[in-house]
Nanobody, 124 residues
Framework: QVQLVESGGGLVQAGDSLRLTCTVS????????MGWFRQAPGKEREFVAA????????YYSDSAEGRFTISRDNAKGTVYLQMNNLKPEDTAVYYC?????????????????WGQGTQVTISS
């Protein structure tokens, strides 16, 4: 079984930065592609970013491209989401997720393991 725990959320102002951390336990992180999703009130969960298990490839949603960076440290069992130039529309609960499937995975249904989420609130 895989356990994911997110941390690093909070309340910041527009233009600020935050770094989210996902700590993985229960299984060697290095075998799992990982992703970040977010869900705003009244909206569906949406893809933000993903990274292959080696960290050699990353991909982003259009809204995250150029502002967010996903990375991982398999030795530490952690995955990060660095978020810069945050906007009020980035306000959401952010979830870390792991998938047993390779390839580019941006659909929530492709991810098997999920964390409990961390709240990110951006004030204007």
């Amino acid at each position: 079984q895989v356990q994911l725990v997110e941390s690093g959320g909070g309340l910041v102002q527009a233009g600020d930065s935050l770094r989210l951390t996902c700590t993985v336990s229960g299984r060697t992180l290095g075998t799992l592609p990982m992703g970040w999703f977010r869900q705003a009130p009244g909206k569906e969960r949406e893809f933000v970013a993903a990274i292959t298990w080696t960290g050699s490839s990353t991909y982003y949603s259009d809204s995250a491209e150029g502002r967010f960076t996903i990375s991982r440290d398999n030795a530490k069992g952690t995955v990060y989401l660095q978020m810069n130039n945050l906007k009020p529309e980035d306000t959401a609960v952010y979830y870390c997720a792991a998938t047993p499937f390779g390839g580019r995975r941006s659909q929530a249904n492709d991810y098997t393991y999920w964390g409990q989420g961390t709240q990110v609130t951006i004030s204007s």
